[in-house]
């Protein structure tokens, strides 16, 4: 494994061990700065696509796409569309 897998590795293992990530799915971005979804593993589930994410809770996430915000499920499919202004700090739950 080179260094940059080994870094990976290790910050995975770290959310793992003092930080929640919920429903085992956390936000990523890559290089050109679209955000997508690892799994515990490291392993892209959803790849990147949005031009924001946050974390899941209860199944659901909001990302951003083209200015907007909606909600997408686990498997990458948009359950709410993106139509919505605010992106600012907001969570819910029941």
Excluded at 8 to 34: H, V
Excluded at 52 to 66: I, N, T
Excluded at 75 to 85: A, L, R, S
Aim: net charge negative.
């Amino acid at each position: 494994m080179n260094a940059k897998g080994l870094l990976f590795a290790f910050c995975i293992s770290i959310l793992q061990a003092c930080c929640s990530i919920k429903d085992s799915l956390s936000p990523i971005s890559n290089e050109n700065g679209q955000y997508g979804y690892i799994n515990l593993k490291g392993e892209v589930v959803i790849s990147p696509q949005f031009d924001g994410a946050e974390s899941f809770s209860e199944g659901l996430a909001r990302v951003k796409v083209d200015g907007k915000c909606g909600f997408i499920d686990k498997k990458g499919t948009i359950v709410i569309t993106p139509q919505f202004d605010y992106w600012g700090t907001a969570s819910f739950s029941e």
